[in-house]
């Protein structure tokens, strides 16, 4: 079994002009490719390569010692960079509805506050990494952060449920290093109809995206 690169939901251009074609070239097809194709190296001998990427992160630690942090690395890039593809989308933006709308308003007051608490953190992110919201297992959320290729799957019962990448080749091409103004830019690329569903398949037990191991030809 192997994993291969998942399908974009939209045209490679979709997103354009707030995020160009040009930085998806490289952030996609190079940089998500790579993660993809060290992961699969990775796992061999590890017993655990016929999972699915999302099992895969809830059990890294199984990974031997000599193993586990390429599992981390690259599972990680996998897997967080594939949620990222899904919770964007053209013609996006503005305010979530439903049961998130709710329960952002629970957690921190207002829309408007939770786009400066989630902002912070996503400019707080010392280096690369990301910023999250995630779910707890009341259906609560959660602001949080990440270095690296790491997840709260990996070490949690918290499910993430949206994201944004904030190493710089996320964003360089448009704003070089000025990453407040890729986080402003996110909040026009957000699929709220996207987050919706992960935060149902989330609190329903149910997989968050479907990124499965697919057969090796």
Known sequence: MTHTLPTLPWAIDALEPN??????????????????????????????????????????????DGKRQAVINNGGG??????????????????????VAEKINEAFGSFENF????????????GSGWAWLTVNTDGSLNIEKSANQDNCLMNSDRKPIMVIDVWEHAYYLEHQNKRPSWIETFYKLINWSAVETNYQNATSGKTIIEVNAAAAA
Do not use: C
């Open 19 to 64: 995020y160009l074609a040009s930085t998806m070239e490289f952030h996609y097809k190079k940089h998500h490719q790579a993660y993809v194709d060290k992961l699969n190296a990775a796992l061999e001998g590890t017993g655990l390569e016929d999972l699915a990427i999302e099992e895969l992160m809830t059990r890294v630690q199984e990974v031997a």
């Open 78 to 99: 996998h897997y967080n960079h594939t949620l990222f593809w899904n919770i964007m989308g053209p013609n996006a933006g503005g305010e979530p509805t439903g049961t």
């Open 115 to 126: 786009k400066v608490e989630f902002a912070n953190a996503a400019a707080t992110q010392f």
